[in-house]
């Protein structure tokens, strides 16, 4: 069986001592920046999630065989063309071939509450869209000649539920949504084992035997460091060390070749106080005044991750390293608790176009400038598809809720992966 991290040998990779002791890197403080979020009305508190499991089906279906006629010749041309390109200016265009998958069919990795196939709605043309950008290629994606691109490589996603969206998209485009028993679970290589008591494991990890390809998701909804005040008591407070990045990266930094970060959504005073994550920097609580403006502490917090992690890149060299920007909500008429709806069905009411040069993600797009944490930049063009959220569809719909943050899947996120893959 093909091992991942802990026998890097098999990678081709090497382990350097510098590698090994990248764990406490300091952070540094950011200088100036934005604080403004992208959207206007905060979240105080997503929906409650249900049904979310990503267990590897035991069907007895054949094994997938990763064979294809697709010749992957021209991606690094392809990649020198682009090299300048600006994925996030372009336009939406109809295309019969979507969707990339089934969304009732890749029922081992997409979760049913995001499976819009699976609930009472009816109309489903937000599914046959696909991005173009201006003035540059995106080849069309083909799972097989991605896999062979990744060959022996590991693809991190860690962030919020909409980095998990991210990553339940990119598994059901990687397996075509179909049934792939054969795919390893590789969870307990990187201590993602479901506590006792727990709903769900602080992630999943994925690996594809045929090219020793992995894919895994790590929760990390801040970006920094959670630790509880105390580890026996599951109601006691948490410190949420600003200044410091989540353990898991520390630790596992050098077995990736592409991550995938995300933060936004849960900076607020209401998810704050339902997590109990209590502000600190300099390994002690917080007395900045500052940073009782959340935005503020969010800046801080992320301008000093991405110093961070640019600092670890000259030591991991293969690492490609992205920060996708905030994911946009569309409630109106409210939030999701007080009767905000998104119950639009027709695509691109909003325009189909983005024409400016900079992000609407002035915080992700400040924090990346001058560094080699590359900006997978996804707001604007998501802001021009309020239609294809799950809005008040569910496996069991709750009355007057509608979720105007998640999407369907398949849907947006599938774009968000077609243009890191791109950008890889």
């Not at 372009?90 to 029922?107: E, F, H, I, M």
């Not at 049913?112 to 069309?140: H, I, N, V």
């Not at 949504?177 to 994925?206: I, N, Q, S, T």
């Amino acid at each position: 069986m093909m091992k991942g991290c802990k026998f890097t040998m098999l990678k081709g990779i090497h382990v350097s001592i510098a590698l090994l002791t990248l764990g406490f890197t300091p952070f540094f403080r950011s200088s100036g920046g934005h604080t403004e979020e992208v959207n206007k009305p905060i979240l105080k508190k997503e929906a409650p999630m249900i049904g979310e499991q990503h267990n590897p089906s035991s069907s007895t279906k054949s094994v997938t065989s990763f064979t294809s006629d697709v010749e992957d010749s021209g991606e690094e041309e392809l990649s020198a063309q682009n090299a300048d390109c600006n994925y996030a200016k372009g336009r939406w265009v109809a295309d019969s071939r979507r969707p990339l998958y089934s969304g009732a069919g890749c029922k081992q990795w997409l979760s049913g509450m995001w499976a819009c196939r699976l609930t009472q709605r009816t109309d489903f043309s937000f599914e046959g869209y696909r991005w173009q950008p201006k003035k540059c290629k995106m080849k069309e994606f083909n799972r097989f000649s991605f896999l062979r691109r990744m060959r022996n490589k590991t693809i991190a996603f860690v962030g919020d539920s909409l980095g998990r969206q991210q990553f339940q998209s990119m598994m059901c485009m990687v397996s075509g949504g179909e049934e792939m028993p054969e795919v390893e679970d590789a969870a307990r290589e990187y201590g993602l084992v479901k506590p006792r008591g727990a709903k769900r494991p602080d992630g999943w990890v994925y690996r594809f035997p045929s090219t020793n390809t992995t894919i895994l998701y790590y929760w990390s909804a801040s970006l920094s460091d959670l630790v509880p005040f105390n580890s026996s008591d599951k109601n006691s407070n948490v410190a949420m060390h600003l200044d410091r990045p989540p353990a898991f990266l520390r630790r596992y930094l050098h077995c990736f070749d592409v991550l995938v970060l995300n933060t936004g959504h849960h900076w607020n005073r209401g998810k704050l106080e339902l997590n109990r994550w209590v502000m600190h920097v300099n390994g002690k609580p917080n007395e900045n005044k500052e940073f009782e403006d959340i935005g503020k502490a969010k800046n801080f917090t992320v301008h000093s991750f991405v110093r961070w992690l640019d600092s670890q890149l000259m030591s991991h060299p293969r690492l490609k390293a992205f920060f996708r920007t905030i994911s946009p909500r569309h409630y109106r008429n409210g939030d999701w608790n007080t009767g905000g709806t998104c119950n639009n069905t027709i695509p691109l009411s909003r325009g189909s176009e983005v024409l400016q040069d900079e992000s609407n993600d002035k915080v992700i797009e400040s924090a990346v400038k001058g560094t080699k944490v590359k900006i997978l930049d996804i707001t604007a063009i998501s802001e021009l598809r309020d239609e294809a959220h799950m809005s008040s569809y569910s496996i069991r719909p709750t009355q007057g809720i509608n979720d105007c943050l998640h999407w369907c899947l398949p849907g947006v996120p599938d774009t968000w992966n077609e243009i890191l893959i791109a950008q890889i």
